[in-house]
């Protein structure tokens, strides 16, 4: 890195001061409101707490923090809250079940039953060791109840046109079998390394900077400049640029980028700052949480619970109140209102946040609508889960791509209803999970993910779920046959192992995720999404907060970093009562 470390602690130095007393002045100014923080209550282990409709009866007379949304970010955040700053917390999610993209679902066929969850689907090595940082707090927060395994030591597998590689676990792992692969490019792919290394030295700082700036004027803020700089350096390239930077070969970079499905955009499009954090994130190999995704959704909705707060589902939010210039609380769809002590923090997608939640006449969401044009949504996808009879099968992903060209790929995905097949991730949920013979005995299963567009079912887009016709479901059923083409070529001997099949498209996603066309990750991982100064927790209305994909990083565990983060923003002080957190983030 080119900069000088001592100007970032002289910004620091030149905050400090201000910093501290903004801090000392909102402790002191809740702690009296604090002292009379809610005390823990005794759980109903008849009651699914991911399951608890809304009630007026339910709501409690004062609540400190309302959340939006009960996906990873929405639940950890209100979990640490409820639990480190004795927060009375109220989420409100518009689907019958919490949990976001953790939650899961139940499909059953002649016999036979199985469970799928929605959007975690792997998640990074690192989780499988007790020491690192978020596992601490997933564990601290789950009273220990939240547990992963680990899959298979090669677990992934691409298979990119004419050329296969099994990924390994393990960064020099994966160094030695890049280099095996491509002996005339050891220095490229030491490059490539070296680029990661460098992207995640500069990440923490820019983060921090986000952080900060919460805290002081709009006018002030500049002094963050040499924070941020550093890292938009990097954010600013393609992930095809920084290859080609360091001297990759065409082949070379379809090896490295065989996953840029994970973040929605071909290498030439996608910022290599969001790739190169989901890159470390599985260097250590991956896992997968035991007893499936919708058991981290139970857990966190239990410690809410647990210390006084509510998860409500079926509480569609139709707006977030402001007056005199700050969010005071929500109004949902049934015309009911609350009122927060603290605030309020939307989970809802920036775009959703500021284009349906806020009213048009305040002048810094008319101004943040225009930044955000310049960001479009992320890939929308289609979702193919399958029963299968009971089978042996890896715990470990599969990537095929039809061929080296990710660009034409992925044009063909955004253009061609049939496109979706050209390049696809598979795995089976039931070889990950330890627990899946017991629960559903005699039973395996698989889920297919691809690419594709809202436009390409934008016609059905008016109807109700469960009622969009004949012509919806034969489209469906034509893409559920190719993608299942897919599978059958790498696993020919599963083709008479199907009992059942259903798809979900991005109509699926914008009915139970909430998001604005269907998108799976928020905002598209572009250039421009790190250079744009308003993504972050703090927004410039008083008594609101982001999180989110949106604020960090695409993916659960982007989602779970920006939970914690914006518990920082809401209540600082929770930096010096987990600084062992904090400092190893």
Not at 48 to 67: H, L, M, T
Not at 170 to 182: E, H, I, N, P, Y
Not at 381 to 404: M, Y
Not at 555 to 574: E, H, I, M, Q, Y
Request: proline share 5%; glycine share 8%.
């Amino acid at each position: 890195m080119n900069f000088n470390r001592s100007s970032i602690f002289s910004v620091l130095g030149s905050t400090a001061v201000g910093t501290a007393a903004l801090l000392l002045l909102r402790h002191w100014k809740r702690k009296v409101q604090e002292q009379n923080a809610p005390e823990s209550a005794a759980i109903d282990d008849s009651i699914d707490v991911c399951k608890v409709g809304f009630s007026k009866k339910r709501v409690p007379k004062q609540i400190d923090v309302i959340v939006i949304g009960s996906g990873p970010s929405g639940l950890l955040c209100a979990a640490i809250l409820s639990k480190s700053a004795g927060y009375r917390c109220v989420v409100l999610e518009q689907h019958d079940v919490a949990g976001g993209s953790t939650h899961a679902f139940e499909c059953q066929e002649a016999g036979y039953k199985a469970e799928f969850d929605t959007g975690l689907h792997y998640i990074g090595g690192k989780m499988w060791k007790p020491e690192t940082t978020l596992r601490r707090i997933l564990d601290d927060l789950g009273d220990g109840k939240i547990k992963w395994h680990p899959m298979d030591s090669t677990y992934d597998h691409a298979v990119v046109g004419s050329d296969t590689y099994a990924i390994p676990a393990g960064q020099q792992a994966l160094r030695d079998m890049l280099v095996s692969k491509f002996p005339d490019e050891e220095a490229a792919i030491d490059g490539y390394f070296a680029a990661v290394d460098e992207q995640d030295s500069c990440a923490g700082l820019f983060f921090a900077a986000g952080l900060i700036a919460g805290l002081l004027p709009r006018c002030c803020r500049w002094v963050l400049n040499s924070l941020i700089m550093p890292h938009n350096r990097i954010s600013d390239k393609s992930l095809a640029q920084v290859l080609s930077d360091v001297g990759c070969s065409p082949r070379l970079k379809c090896a490295i980028a065989y996953h840029w499905g994970n973040m929605g955009l071909p290498p030439r499009k996608i910022s290599f700052a969001p790739f190169a954090m989901m890159a470390r994130h599985y260097f250590e190999g991956a896992c997968f949480p035991v007893g499936g995704s919708k058991t981290i959704a139970t857990a966190l909705c239990r410690c809410i619970v647990k210390h006084g707060g509510h998860v409500f589902v079926r509480a569609p939010v139709q707006r977030i109140l402001i007056e005199r210039g700050s969010a005071k609380g929500v109004e949902l769809k049934n015309g009911h209102q609350l009122q927060a002590r603290v605030g309020v923090i939307s989970t809802a997608g920036v775009r959703n946040t500021f284009c349906k939640l806020l009213a048009d006449n305040e002048p810094r969401v008319v101004e943040f609508r225009r930044e955000l044009e310049l960001i479009p949504p992320s890939v929308q996808h289609v979702q193919l889960f399958i029963i299968l009879k009971e089978t042996d099968l890896p715990a470990s992903n599969w990537w095929v791509a039809e061929s080296a060209d990710s660009d034409a790929i992925y044009d063909a995905g955004e253009r061609q209803m049939d496109g979706a097949a050209k390049y696809c991730f598979f795995s089976f949920p039931s070889a990950k999970d330890p627990t899946w013979k017991e629960r559903y005995p005699g039973t395996s299963s698989c889920i297919i993910v691809a690419g594709s567009s809202f436009e390409h079912f934008a016609a059905w887009a008016d109807r109700r779920v469960q009622h969009r016709g004949p012509d919806y479901e034969a489209l469906k059923e034509r893409l559920s046959q190719k993608l299942m083409g897919v599978l059958f070529r790498v696993f020919p001997q599963l083709k008479e192992q199907v009992v059942y099949h259903e798809m979900g498209t991005p109509l699926s996603t914008q009915h139970y995720l909430g998001s604005a066309r269907g998108e799976s990750y928020g905002l598209a991982a572009t250039s421009e999404r790190y250079r744009c100064r308003e993504l972050k927790q703090f927004s410039d209305i008083p008594g609101l907060w982001l999180s989110g994909q949106d604020t960090v990083s695409m993916g659960v565990t982007g989602a779970f970093c920006s939970g914690f983060l914006t518990a920082l923003a809401v209540k600082p002080l929770l930096a010096l009562k987990h600084f062992d957190w904090v400092s190893k983030l």
